[in-house]
């Protein structure tokens, strides 16, 4: 009967323990792999907290800049009510000025002998209505208001004598004209002026 006889033990020896260190190799590997993928997913994680903690600062940014916006609107809504406040008194006042201006001009066109009961302003148009008792004062009286610097546009319109006043004969008239808040010389110069500027 013939039986085996491993002659050279060490080489089974060998092959067993390059098993095991393969084995072992491979195990490691695996650890060594799901190490590194749970070490990514930490720092996934980690990034994805950061991003979102950056999301949060621009959401409440945001937010800050969207009320500083609704009061900068209100802001501007109270200052465009406060400038038509102020263009409305200016008006006010440019109206009220004109008005003393017109009446402090009217002594110097208006000649002795004529006597002007009604002025109906409108805006920068008046008419005038009165009574003369020449119409050499009326004549002289249109030269006055045609010759100003601050009229523009004058028109008589009419001329009725024969209208008896306190036992004396008077002649009625009607005129208009434009009067401008500035000389009209000065006013032209000023055209110019922004003409030029506008070139």
């Given amino acids: 009967m013939l039986h085996d006889i491993n002659l050279l033990p060490w080489r089974e020896e060998k092959r067993q323990q390059y098993k095991q260190r393969f084995y072992g190799m491979v195990v490691l590997g695996v ?7 749970w070490c990514g997913s930490l720092y996934i994680d980690h990034l994805k907290s950061e991003q979102q903690a950056r999301n949060q600062q621009l959401q409440a940014y945001i937010a800050k800049l969207d009320k500083q916006l609704v009061n900068l609107k209100e ?13 409305l008194v200016e008006s006010l006042q440019n109206e009220r000025n004109k008005t003393t201006d017109f009446m402090n001009l009217m002594p110097e066109l208006v000649p002795e002998g004529v006597y002007v009961d009604k002025i109906k302003m409108s805006g920068r148009e008046v008419e005038m209505a009165g009574v003369s008792d020449s119409t050499a004062r009326l004549a002289t009286m249109l030269d006055n208001f045609e010759n100003s610097t601050w009229l523009a546009d004058v028109e008589m319109h009419s001329i009725i004598s024969g209208k008896v006043l306190f036992g004396k004969k008077f002649q009625s008239f009607k005129l208009s004209f434009r009067f401008d808040d500035q000389p009209v010389e000065v006013a032209n110069e000023a055209n110019k002026v922004a003409k030029k500027g506008a070139q």
């Fill in 31 to 37: 650890l060594f792999a799901a190490f590194l993928q």
């Fill in 75 to 87: 802001i501007e809504a109270k200052h465009k009510s406060i400038l038509t406040r102020l263009r």
